[in-house]
């Protein structure tokens, strides 16, 4: 039976490996590239930084789904995890924009960016905050304090990147970003607390 379970698992490493791969090659590289330096283009196209990329990206996943596997899930994987997450999207939020500033108070400018395009770009707004929603959910907050300590939290963020010059004030990335975290919220806490945390 473990021998099953390394089997079954060295595939699903191998199948990720090929498919981050080709998901980094399509779509990735592209998007990273302009939220970083133009200078630092070079290693993140560089055959290094993508094997490194490739291999750390599909381990961490293959040890996520083994622990959906298994459900058991560690505490210190999970923590590891979020200050990463945290690290990711400080930059994301306060670095990727700067010097540029503006605003925009129409709450369905996702729904036309869809239309327009944009899609990657609001299903990444919504997909980078499921794990902050997942964080909350693993403190236990009540869902009453989560949207509005969500919202708080996003009006604020908003608030500074306009103030400061970070980015755009935008209504309708407060909403997307509340919807991220509302399905991380409500997938941890249906599927994490259901089973064992160690």
């Known amino acids: 039976m473990e021998k099953k379970i390394v089997l079954l698992f060295s595939v699903i490493f191998s199948l990720l490996v090929v498919t981050n791969l080709w998901f980094y ?18 290693i993140i196209g560089s055959d290094i930084f993508v094997i490194f990329y490739v291999l750390f990206l599909s381990l961490y996943m293959t040890i996520f789904i083994k622990q959906m596997y298994t459900k058991q899930y560690s505490k210190v994987f999970f923590v590891i995890s979020a200050i990463f997450y945290i690290v990711i ?57 989560v949207a509005i300590f969500s919202l708080i ?4 963020i908003e608030t500074i990147q306009y103030v ?35």
Request: with cysteine; aromatic share 24%; glycine share 8%.
């Open 153 to 156: 939290i996003l009006i604020l």
């Open 25 to 42: 090659i399509r779509f990735v590289f592209d998007r990273v590239s302009t939220y970083i330096p133009i200078e630092y283009n070079n």
């Open 164 to 198: 400061f010059k970070l980015g755009f004030f935008d209504i309708s990335d407060i909403e997307t970003n509340l919807m991220g975290i509302c399905i991380g919220y409500i997938l941890f806490k249906y599927v994490f607390f259901k089973h064992r945390i160690k």
């Open 89 to 145: 999207m400080l930059y994301l939020l306060f670095f990727k924009s700067i010097g540029v500033q503006g605003f925009s108070f129409n709450p369905f400018g996702f729904i036309l960016d869809i239309f327009n395009g944009q899609s990657f770009e609001v299903f990444a707004n919504i997909l980078f905050f499921i794990p902050l929603g997942m964080i909350y959910s693993f403190y236990k907050m009540n869902p009453k304090k």
